[in-house]
């Protein structure tokens, strides 16, 4: 059984996939920028 591409991503699947790919490590990035202002904040 050989697989075949399907074709080019449409603009909505394209934007889906870059959301899934990067979405997880953009928001463990804001989440520990967050937590570093609020220690800061607590250390002052």
Known sequence: MILEHL?????????????LAFGPILLLAITIRIARKRNAAEDE
Do not use: D, P, Q, R
């Open 7 to 19: 074709g080019k991503l449409h603009a909505y699947e394209h934007v889906l996939v870059l959301l």
